[in-house]
């Protein structure tokens, strides 16, 4: 079945730090890949995206590329700042099972001045 | 930018009682969808609605609950009796055509006492 792994968290870094938030997914079959962000009190907003292997999804200085040969979709932002500080969800759809969303368990991440 | 809209942003309701979240997608879109998250857990897919009628719905998407498109505007997600376990935030999310990225709402956070 399809699924979606996230590192766990809570992630605090310091401003101007490099982030890694690690995710990686199993489908049945080839999954378009999404990173969605969560600020306090807010909905889930799409960040990035990825529709097929090799794609580099980017946004706001992040990035994350789609790796099929390691069924991973890393996001990586090179300076983190405090207004970055929100719940970062890993995703999943696929047009095999209705484009439903498959999501990871959210990584909080703090950055602190 | 349109956005989808929920309301309300927080019920409280007793156990056994029947809850009505609503929710207003974007207007050209044709697919809806409900989600939830308990507090510390995985956004869960519940239900998927084209065309006037459930397309798909997870093995949580028991008796209790129901989905509606009333009129052309609103989308809601009725549970009958609730329980405790139905504790959790709840997601609407809208879709332009099939396999494009979701658009989600604020959510509806909903407790039962």
């Known amino acids: 079945g399809n699924s979606v792994t996230q590192m766990e968290g809570p992630v605090t870094l310091s401003e101007e730090a490099f982030l890694t938030i690690n995710c990686t997914y199993t489908?049945?079959?080839?999954?378009?890949l999404f990173w969605y962000v969560q600020y306090p009190g807010e909905g889930l907003q799409l960040l990035l995206k990825?529709?097929?292997?090799?794609d580099k999804g980017s946004n706001k200085g992040f990035e994350a590329t789609y790796r099929k040969e390691t069924t991973s979709f890393h996001l990586e932002k090179g300076s983190v700042q405090v207004s970055d500080s929100a719940v970062y969800f890993c995703?999943?759809?696929?047009?095999?099972?209705?484009?439903?969303?498959?999501f990871g368990t959210g990584t909080s991440l703090t950055v602190i001045p | 930018e349109p956005e989808v809209t929920q309301t309300p942003s927080h019920q409280v309701t007793q156990m056994g009682q029947e809850v009505i979240l609503r929710c207003v997608p974007i207007?050209?879109?044709?697919?809806f969808y409900w989600y939830r998250q308990i507090l510390g857990q995985k956004v869960e897919f519940l239900v998927s609605?084209?065309?006037?009628?459930?397309?798909?719905k997870s093995e949580i998407f028991d008796d209790q609950f129901s989905v509606e498109r009333p009129d052309g505007s609103n989308f809601t997600l009725k549970i009958r009796s609730t329980k405790l376990e139905d504790s959790a935030m709840y997601f609407c999310?809208?879709?332009?055509?099939?396999?494009?990225?979701?658009?989600f709402g604020p959510g509806t956070r909903l407790t039962v006492t």
């Open positions: 609605f084209y065309n006037n009628e459930i397309s798909e």
């Open positions: 207007s050209n879109h044709l697919y």
């Open positions: 489908a049945t079959g080839y999954p378009s």
């Open positions: 990825a529709t097929k292997a090799d």
């Open positions: 995703a999943l759809s696929d047009r095999n099972t209705g484009n439903q969303f498959y």
């Open positions: 999310a809208s879709v332009e055509g099939g396999y494009y990225e979701q658009y």
